[in-house]
């Protein structure tokens, strides 16, 4: 299920589990304490809307990241990843200088964060084994810090709630990391449940599970593999943009705004805020269509709202990238597709593509050979579920 297969999850017994456990031993001599796994996300719906106090709709998936934690007394935190090169060494008392850059940002993040909320961590040795592709716009980053935070603080035998523990590591990514993102993330990354998409109202934190009654349909990731340039500083160049389109128009945030009135009041702002503010508020009436449309099991009428839900980001929000638009092109051009839409952050990273389930393996050939011969980038596609979300093992 996979044009590359170098990635292909393990069946059975966990293996990134396994190899968690001994990446730690082989690096640092310890056995592992504690370990958690987190995975990470898929937005359906609901694109850029959670920063704006909207709804999202989204699975947690598959590919999932899985932290080992052996504690410390000495206030070191030395850490290894299979995916990055270079281990992280650093004090637990040098975290308030921020961050440098370094992989091990979110980690020292969340052990910041952790601290600051009076968790006991007076040091680890920590090994990292992830299969959620890095900057992909699957959520990679919520994933490990998830995974670092639950395994940490069950470590350090610190209760704290499901719904604390993600506000936390979105602080860490706001506040340490310095990117500004939503509450997406971290939510889908806890609440994620096997066979259902959590639906979220990120003013509220109200959320309801959705039966996805789609035996017909499969969810594929399609990874342009394309690195995403500069994309923190354009995300909060859009997270500014809308926050400056609410507070010209008098609302607490887009959410409070439907297309009628945007429209109506459209001279208030430039062009470039009204179609930002255009995307969001679209956007957040698309999310309550598309649920319903999944509940029904109408799978045509979902590709039809992931579709427009692309347009709306390539023309009004201007986050696509020519690699997204030729997978995109290439997915909808083989056989068997509902719709497809790029997914997070956007200039870069996946497209998601809606596909009938008889065809998976074929689409998946097909794409990936069009893609590569149109961009000369080999991708990486596979097609995922929706999974349980973060848990201590
Ligand atoms: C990134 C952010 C999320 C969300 C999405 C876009 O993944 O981390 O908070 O804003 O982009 O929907």
Same mark, same amino acid.
Request: proline residues 3%.
């Given at each position: 299920?996979?044009?590359?297969r170098?990635?292909?999850?393990?069946?059975?017994?966990?293996?990134?589990?396994?190899?968690?456990?001994?990446?730690?031993?082989?690096?640092?001599?310890?056995?592992?304490?504690?370990?958690?796994?987190?995975p990470?996300?898929?937005?359906?719906?609901?694109?850029?809307?959670?920063?704006?106090?909207?709804?999202?709709?989204?699975? =947690?998936?598959?590919?999932?990241?899985?932290?080992?934690?052996?504690?410390r007394?000495?206030?070191?935190?030395?850490?290894?990843?299979? %995916?990055?090169?270079?281990?992280?060494?650093?004090?637990?008392?040098?975290?308030?200088?921020?961050?440098?850059?370094?992989?091990?940002?979110?980690? =020292?993040?969340?052990?910041?964060?952790?601290?600051?909320?009076g968790?006991?961590?007076?040091?680890?040795?920590?090994?990292?084994?992830?299969?959620?592709?890095?900057?992909?716009?699957?959520?990679?980053?919520?994933?490990?810090?998830?995974?670092?935070?639950?395994?940490?603080?069950?470590?350090?035998?610190?209760?704290?709630?499901?719904? /604390?523990?993600?506000?936390?590591?979105?602080?860490?990514?706001?506040?340490?990391?310095?990117?500004?993102?939503?509450?997406?993330?971290?939510?889908s990354?806890?609440?994620?449940?096997?066979?259902?998409?959590?639906?979220?109202?990120?003013?509220?934190?109200?959320?309801?599970a959705?039966?996805?009654?789609?035996?017909?349909? %499969?969810?594929?990731?399609?990874?342009?593999r394309?690195?995403?340039?500069?994309?923190?500083?354009?995300y909060?160049?859009?997270?500014? %943009?809308? /926050?400056?389109a609410?507070?010209?128009?008098?609302?607490?945030?887009?959410?409070?705004?439907?297309?009628?009135?945007?429209?109506?009041?459209?001279?208030?702002?430039?062009?470039?805020?009204?179609?930002?503010?255009?995307?969001?508020?679209?956007?957040? /009436?698309?999310?309550?269509?598309?649920?319903?449309l999944?509940?029904?099991?109408?799978?045509?009428?979902?590709?039809?709202?992931?579709?427009?839900?692309?347009e709306?980001?390539?023309?009004d929000?201007?986050?696509?990238?020519?690699?997204?638009?030729?997978?995109r092109?290439?997915?909808?051009?083989?056989?068997?597709?509902?719709?497809?839409?790029?997914?997070?952050?956007?200039?870069?990273?996946?497209?998601?593509?809606?596909?009938?389930?008889?065809?998976?393996?074929?689409?998946?050939? %097909?794409?990936?050979?069009?893609?590569?011969?149109?961009?000369?980038?080999?991708?990486?596609?596979?097609?995922?579920?929706?999974?349980?979300?973060?848990?201590?093992?």
């Amino acid at each position: 299920m996979l044009y590359n297969r170098s990635n292909a999850p393990g069946a059975g017994a966990d293996p990134r589990v396994t190899r968690a456990r001994e990446l730690l031993r082989s690096t640092y001599g310890v056995g592992a304490q504690t370990v958690a796994r987190a995975p990470g996300r898929l937005e359906l719906f609901g694109a850029h809307t959670d920063y704006n106090e909207g709804y999202v709709a989204s699975i =947690a998936i598959r590919q999932a990241a899985v932290a080992a934690v052996s504690s410390r007394a000495d206030g070191m935190v030395r850490a290894v990843s299979d %995916q990055e090169s270079g281990p992280a060494n650093f004090s637990v008392d040098e975290l308030d200088a921020g961050a440098d850059g370094q992989w091990w940002d979110y980690l =020292a993040g969340v052990i910041k964060l952790l601290r600051e909320h009076g968790c006991q961590i007076g040091g680890a040795d920590v090994a990292l084994v992830s299969d959620v592709p890095v900057g992909s716009g699957v959520s990679s980053s919520a994933a490990v810090e998830l995974a670092y935070a639950l395994a940490l603080a069950a470590a350090a035998e610190f209760e704290i709630g499901a719904e /604390e523990l993600a506000l936390l590591c979105q602080r860490a990514e706001n506040e340490y990391v310095g990117m500004r993102c939503g509450i997406l993330d971290q939510f889908s990354s806890t609440f994620g449940q096997a066979g259902r998409a959590m639906w979220l109202d990120c003013r509220t934190l109200e959320r309801r599970a959705v039966p996805i009654t789609a035996d017909r349909a %499969q969810f594929v990731v399609c990874d342009t593999r394309k690195p995403r340039e500069l994309v923190g500083s354009a995300y909060n160049e859009r997270r500014g %943009q809308c /926050e400056e389109a609410a507070r010209l128009l008098g609302v607490g945030a887009l959410r409070d705004l439907d297309t009628a009135t945007l429209e109506r009041r459209a001279s208030e702002l430039n062009g470039t805020l009204l179609r930002r503010a255009r995307h969001v508020v679209s956007e957040n /009436e698309r999310v309550h269509e598309g649920v319903s449309l999944l509940e029904a099991g109408e799978m045509v009428g979902v590709g039809d709202v992931i579709n427009r839900t692309h347009e709306s980001l390539r023309d009004d929000y201007e986050v696509s990238c020519p690699e997204l638009e030729a997978m995109r092109a290439a997915a909808l051009d083989a056989p068997g597709c509902y719709g497809a839409r790029l997914v997070g952050a956007g200039f870069g990273g996946c497209v998601m593509a809606l596909v009938d389930a008889s065809g998976v393996e074929e689409f998946i050939a %097909q794409v990936g050979a069009r893609y590569e011969a149109a961009t000369g980038l080999v991708p990486r596609i596979f097609a995922t579920q929706a999974c349980d979300g973060a848990g201590v093992l």
